[in-house]
Antibody, heavy 118, light 107 residues
């Protein structure tokens, strides 16, 4: 069975850095892209970008380009979402999801809640 | 970017009702359209991909149709567990944009 397990909730201050993770299991990790999706409190879903674990190539949404970095360590079946300088507006739930054929997102992590507050 | 617009934004219905949710793309996306269901506090769940293909394990009361710019999600007979928020998403071109969501509430 496919599982994506994300790292735990975080409380950070503005200006701090952070990396959250998404570990895949139950399938051939390098065969499927991983995307990150943001959901701000009470709002809808926003696609942030994706990584191809087979070659570490990435594609960031223009809305998030330059503010987050998506990466992968295929040796431990883990994708990452990273910020170098957090803002209060980064407060949200972040999901990772596996791309399947279309690509549709057929499996999702449980979400990582990030709160950024001074 | 391709804009996805869902209607209605919210909907009240009763168990047993037939419900339609529509999604319109700002340009043609062929059948690269997916539907997700999200219940409060949970991650989204894939219901339908390729506009009309039911994901494994999803009840047959859910169906999807459409191509080009106009798509529909139909729930043939609402069950209590179907009260949730539904999102469409285009997977035709990056960035893979979502609709704003349709909140389905109990009447």
């Amino acid at each position: 069975e496919v599982h994506l397990v994300q790292s735990g909730a975080e409380v950070k201050k503005p200006g701090e850095s952070l990396r959250i993770s998404c570990k895949g299991s139950g399938y051939n990790f390098i065969s499927y892209w991983i995307s990150w999706v943001r959901q701000m409190p009470g709002k809808g879903l926003e696609w942030m970008g994706r990584v191809d674990p087979s070659d570490s190539s990435t594609n960031h949404s223009p809305s998030f380009q330059g503010h987050v970095t998506i990466s992968v360590d295929e040796s431990i079946n883990t994708a990452y979402l990273q910020w170098s300088s957090l803002k209060a507006s980064d407060t949200a739930m972040y999901y990772c999801a596996r791309h399947y054929s279309s690509p549709e997102f057929d499996s999702w992590g449980q979400g990582t809640l990030l709160i950024v507050s001074s | 970017d391709i804009q996805m617009t869902q209607s209605p934004s919210s909907l009240s219905a009763s168990a047993g009702d037939r419900v339609l949710i529509t999604c319109r793309a700002s340009q043609s996306i062929s059948t690269y359209l997916n539907w997700y269901q999200q219940t409060p506090g949970a991650a989204p769940k894939l219901l339908i991909y390729g506009a009309s293909t039911l994901q494994n394990g999803v009840p047959s009361r859910f169906s999807g149709s459409g191509s080009g710019t106009d798509f529909t999600l139909i729930i043939s007979s609402l069950q209590p567990e179907d009260f949730a928020t539904y999102y469409c998403q285009q997977s035709y071109r990056s960035p893979y944009t979502f609709g704003q969501g349709t909140m389905l509430e109990i009447k």
